[in-house]
Every structure is written in C-alpha cells, then in structure tokens.
C-alpha cells in the first residue's frame, strides 16, 4: 500500500492535475494506493501522523515498513516529516513540484515525473538522509501571516533551517502575493531573489551569539543570518553549502554578520553559485548541534516554512534520520 499526499496548490494551482496524470501509473502497474489532498498549511502534517501512527497500533496487521509518498513543494515536504511518528519503520517517496525544489536538487532526480514516481514505487533507490531538530528556546507573540493553528515548540527539517535574513525573505515570499505571481507567469524561482534585494534594503542590525556543542562562542555585533544546511540550497537554489554532505550528521552552519548593506548586494550573486566564503563576513563551521540568541526575535525558518520570531533557538542533526525511496 502506498499511501500518497498531494499538495493541489502546488505549481499554481495545477498540483491535482499532475497527480491525476501520475495515478495512471499506479493503475497500470496494479499497485494499491490511497490519495488524499492537502486542505491548507499544517494540514500535511496531520495526514502523515494519521498515517503513520497505526504502526504503534498492536492491533494493525498492515505489512511494514509503511510507504508514503507526498507530492508538492519544500513546504509540503516538511510538513510531511513533521507528522511521522516512527521513521524507523516510515519509507518517504517525494515527488518535487513546487517553486524552489530546494530537498531535490542535491539528488539526481529524473526530470520526468512518471519516471521518478517508477523508481518510487519500484524501490531502486533507498538513500538515508539527515533531517535537523529545531527547537524554540523562547517564542515572541509575533506570528506570520500564515500560519500553523499550533506551532509547535520543536520543528524538523530536511534541507536548511535559518533565522535572520532568509527566514524573513521566506515570511515574506509565503505571505505576499510576489510568490504567485511568479509561478503564475513560470518564473517561481526569481520569487526569492526579488524578495532578497528588498530584504536587504530593510534589514536590521541586531546583535547574535552562537554557541557551537563544542564551546566555541561566535559574538556579532550585528548578523544579517545564521543558516544550519543539510543540503546545498536554499531559497530556491542559492548555494550556500556547496560542500554540504546530506548524510554525514553534521550541519554546514553559514553564519553571515558585520556586512553592509552594498556588500550584501554583492554577495548575492557568489551565494548563488557557492563561491562566498572567501568574502570577510561570511563564515562556515561544521557542527551537529547549535544555539543561537538574538538581542530581539527574529523570524526563523524551517525548509522555508515561517510561522513565529525567537531569539533563542537550538539545532541539532539527526544522522541519517530519513529513509527516502527514489
């Protein structure tokens, strides 16, 4: 049994359409399947523990490991992974179809749905990923404009998780209408760097401490972000880690503070391509585990997903965490 949850949001609106497309080769193939569409933000979440909470039930006979495969954007995907409660006996098939697509650059995904939805559900391919932990030391009563119902204190992630700049390029990106617009006119991927030049424009000096699990203390008299990477992208393909290692339980911490405001503009373009860490400013540590306090909250991040400001987060990296079939 596959069970599969589809974003109908996802690329405009046309994520229903696609999915129907895709069915077709569940039918041909004779594989039982169960579909459910996504009704708003946190409803994934939910569907994923619905799903995966019948392997603690000594009562359910169903053969494991219980196979789900989601269908939408990053967003769609994190949710997703917050909702399962046993990853050790949870297989994940993602199918990417959203604007940035950041989880599914790092792994040689066919370009053809039908064809990746074939290794999905043939089981070629069975990769062990990290997944991080975030936890909310501290929450303002600040919240985005959209929204959880509950936001829960401690969120997972699969590709990055950040707070400062792109956590508020994100808020933005999610809550304004330059989103879809983009993906309207198939430009979805210049969404974050439209937002990105204003974000800077507008950004804050505000002072952040980060305490590595290894003692080290890092003070910055102001910090525009502080970005724990798992993958190499984030914010629709901007390379901030471009030697991260998806399954090597450490995060590639970028932590970028003390720039001015035309530096930031010049960095841009290096961060995209990966070519920034020789500008003074911008550093890269490796770690599994991090916290880091802000003089104010800030909005933070996960896998893009922005739902309440902190000064006080802790992250950790769960090696090897996600079992992934593709």
Same mark, same amino acid.
């Given at each position: @049994?596959?069970?599969?949850?589809?974003?109908?949001?996802? =690329?405009?609106? $046309?994520?229903?359409?696609?999915?129907?497309?895709?069915?077709? &080769?569940?039918?041909?193939?004779?594989?039982? +399947?169960?579909?459910?569409?996504?009704?708003?933000?946190?409803?994934?979440?939910?569907?994923?523990?619905?799903?995966?909470?019948?392997?603690?039930?000594?009562?359910?006979?169903?053969?494991?490991?219980? $196979?789900?495969?989601?269908?939408?954007?990053?967003?769609?995907?994190?949710?997703?992974?917050?909702?399962?409660?046993?990853?050790?006996?949870?297989?994940?098939? +993602?199918?990417?179809?959203?604007?940035?697509?950041?989880?599914? &650059?790092?792994?040689?995904?066919?370009?053809?749905?039908?064809?990746?939805?074939?290794?999905?559900?043939?089981?070629?391919?069975?990769?062990?990923?990290?997944?991080?932990?975030?936890?909310?030391?501290?929450?303002?009563?600040?919240? %985005?404009?959209?929204?959880?119902?509950?936001?829960?204190?401690?969120?997972?992630?699969?590709?990055?998780?950040?707070?400062?700049?792109?956590?508020?390029?994100?808020?933005?990106?999610?809550?304004?209408?330059?989103?879809?617009?983009?993906? =309207?006119?198939?430009?979805?991927?210049?969404?974050?760097?439209?937002?990105?030049?204003?974000?800077?424009?507008?950004?804050?000096?505000?002072?952040?401490?980060?305490?590595?699990?290894?003692?080290?203390?890092?003070?910055?008299?102001?910090? &525009?972000?502080?970005?724990?990477?798992?993958?190499? #992208?984030?914010?629709?393909?901007?390379?901030?880690?471009?030697?991260?290692?998806? %399954?090597?339980?450490?995060?590639?911490?970028?932590?970028?503070?003390?720039?001015?405001?035309?530096? @930031?503009?010049? #960095?841009?373009?290096?961060?995209?391509?990966?070519?920034?860490?020789?500008?003074?400013?911008?550093?890269? +540590?490796?770690?599994? $585990?991090?916290?880091?306090?802000?003089?104010?909250?800030?909005?933070?991040?996960?896998?893009?997903?922005?739902?309440?400001?902190?000064?006080?987060?802790?992250?950790? #990296?769960?090696?090897? $965490?996600?079992?992934?079939?593709?």
């Amino acid at each position: @049994m596959y069970y599969c949850i589809v974003n109908p949001s996802a =690329r405009s609106g $046309k994520g229903k359409e696609i999915w129907e497309s895709l069915e077709k &080769r569940f039918i041909e193939k004779k594989i039982e +399947y169960k579909v459910v569409y996504t009704k708003g933000p946190g409803h994934a979440t939910k569907l994923a523990t619905q799903i995966t909470e019948k392997i603690s039930d000594k009562n359910h006979n169903e053969d494991l490991p219980v $196979k789900m495969v989601v269908m939408g954007g990053d967003g769609t995907l994190n949710e997703a992974i917050n909702g399962i409660k046993d990853f050790d006996n949870t297989l994940v098939g +993602y199918i990417p179809i959203g604007s940035s697509n950041d989880f599914a &650059r790092d792994l040689d995904y066919p370009k053809s749905t039908d064809e990746l939805l074939d290794r999905i559900v043939d089981g070629k391919v069975l990769r062990h990923l990290d997944l991080g932990k975030l936890t909310y030391n501290a929450m303002s009563r600040t919240m %985005s404009r959209l929204h959880d119902e509950h936001v829960m204190t401690t969120r997972l992630f699969d590709v990055s998780a950040g707070i400062g700049f792109d956590a508020a390029v994100c808020e933005e990106a999610l809550s304004s209408g330059t989103k879809n617009f983009f993906n =309207r006119i198939g430009l979805g991927k210049l969404t974050y760097g439209t937002i990105a030049v204003k974000q800077v424009l507008n950004a804050e000096k505000v002072p952040c401490e980060v305490i590595l699990v290894d003692g080290t203390h890092i003070k910055l008299e102001h910090f &525009r972000l502080v970005t724990a990477m798992i993958h190499h #992208c984030e914010g629709g393909g901007f390379k901030f880690a471009p030697k991260a290692d998806l %399954s090597d339980g450490l995060f590639d911490l970028v932590v970028v503070g003390n720039l001015k405001r035309f530096k @930031m503009f010049a #960095c841009l373009p290096f961060a995209f391509v990966g070519h920034h860490f020789w500008i003074k400013g911008i550093d890269h +540590y490796l770690t599994d $585990k991090v916290t880091i306090k802000t003089d104010k909250p800030m909005w933070v991040h996960t896998d893009g997903e922005v739902s309440v400001k902190s000064d006080n987060i802790t992250l950790e #990296c769960l090696h090897k $965490k996600l079992q992934l079939m593709s």
